[in-house]
């Protein structure tokens, strides 16, 4: 387990959201990470999700309606995770099992080896955009038009599991989609004029936030890679491109040791900047509230910027 090394950016987005949730009154959180902890009445479905994207959006679609428990707790890299047996035990106790999909939680494979699927529903987020659906690769969440998709998934998931439950899910993946409708747009304005490549130092979990908005991202890895070890040819590569398109800060992702886009920003002399990927979530992020929403807001306000 890494301990998330936070920029100063970082903090200050962490800081924002925890006024903003001081100022609209619900800054209490319990440490208990299930969504309604605070519920009087038994929830009406038990989720275990693997990783945080679906855990949040179910956060948002479900409200205090359901039990959520997250796999990948705050502060964990998701990539590498191994998960015990009491994970193996909530998930065979709980309604539905939300992983993933693809390289993004392949150890979740064992948990559907090992445990008894009588109870459990389990579904991916990736199955969530459609039978047919075409995506670059299974980090679908860091895409505003994937999310929209997902929640829709989502929510038609919980009205089948649980059909008196139906308007609040409704309404509750409503108010959710406007912030990422909001994101859309913003994405999408975004495209037209940058020009500019999004360099990483780092893993490239973008491929589909590249492919649905015409975005350019480069990196040293592939998105789920654990190399750490980057070859000669890569970084003149990464560096040529940073100095030759005179980009003004170059990126690593949240949780991860920016050791190479330090190296990468000293040889190009642009500035080292974060970004969410969203797979993930620091400790001090997720006790202020972060959202996968507030995430890639971020991640555009920081794109933009680097277009300059
Ligand atoms: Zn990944």
Redesign the pocket.
Known sequence: MKLHKKTGWAALAACAVLLLMLLSGCGARKEDISSSAESAHAPALEIVCTMFPQYDMLRAIGGERVRLTLMVQPGME??GFAPTVQDMAAAEKADLLVLTGG??DAWAESILENISLDKTQAVSLVSCLGENAVYAD??IFTSPRKCLAAIDGLSDLLCKADPDGEEIYRAGAATYRARFEALDEGFSSLAQTAKKPVILGD?Q?FACLAEDYGLNFIGAFS??STDTEVSAETMARLTDTAIREEVPAVFHLELSEPALCRTLAEASGAQIRMLY?G?EISRADFDAGLTLADMLAYDLAQITEAQI
Do not use: I, K
Request: aromatic share 0%; glycine share 8%.
């Open positions: 998701a990539h390289d993004a299974e980090h893993r979990p998105g789920c990927s797979q």
